[in-house]
């Protein structure tokens, strides 16, 4: 099934909405992409689509370093934002425009704190450009307010042919 939306062998090892205790219990914001074998490490994190770089840089707790890109609207006027996060190497700045596609980090592993992944959500209320570092732990009416599952947005959303 995730093939439809990761590539290759990426796969998704905590699904949005799970609950879980990898860092205290909390209900999971999105999707944490993983390669088998640790052969993510420091692979090219892509913009999943065109925007305007609203935060890059070092966050409080688990986090290590993110990027949030604010979305060009959607077709029916919706804005989204987009959190990478656990980051290495990030190639853009706070302002920086990106287009879908354009390398912006590489996959860390938040400055030695988890194993090497990607975390990687989707916002629908601009929690994200407020506080890139949000988190509703345990607080699952929180995650559906502010969060949707990447996978079944990407599949929603995405450009034709691709």
């Not at 439809?4 to 209900?27: H, K, L, M, N, Q």
């Not at 070092?58 to 934002?81: E, T």
């Not at 959190?83 to 287009?99: F, K, N, Y």
Request: overall charge negative; proline content about 9%; charged content about 25%.
């Amino acid at each position: 099934m995730s093939s439809e939306v990761w590539p290759g062998d990426w796969y998704d090892a905590t699904g949005y909405a799970t609950y879980y205790t990898a860092v205290g219990p909390a209900y999971h914001t999105g999707a944490d992409l993983n390669l088998p074998h640790d052969l993510d490490r420091r692979a090219p994190v892509y913009a999943p689509a065109d925007g305007v770089v609203t935060f890059s840089g070092r966050s409080s707790g688990a986090w290590g370093r993110l990027i949030v890109i604010r979305h060009d609207p959607l077709p029916d006027g919706q804005v989204v934002w987009s959190r990478m996060a656990h980051i290495t190497s990030p190639l853009v700045r706070e302002g920086d425009r990106v287009e879908r596609g354009q390398q912006i980090a590489s996959i860390g592993n938040a400055e030695g704190q988890l194993p090497f992944h990607l975390h990687f959500d989707i916002a629908v209320t601009d929690i994200l450009e407020r506080r890139p570092d949000h988190w509703p732990g345990n607080n699952l009416d929180l995650v559906r307010r502010h969060y949707v599952d990447p996978r079944e947005f990407i599949l929603r959303h995405r450009p034709p042919g691709r």
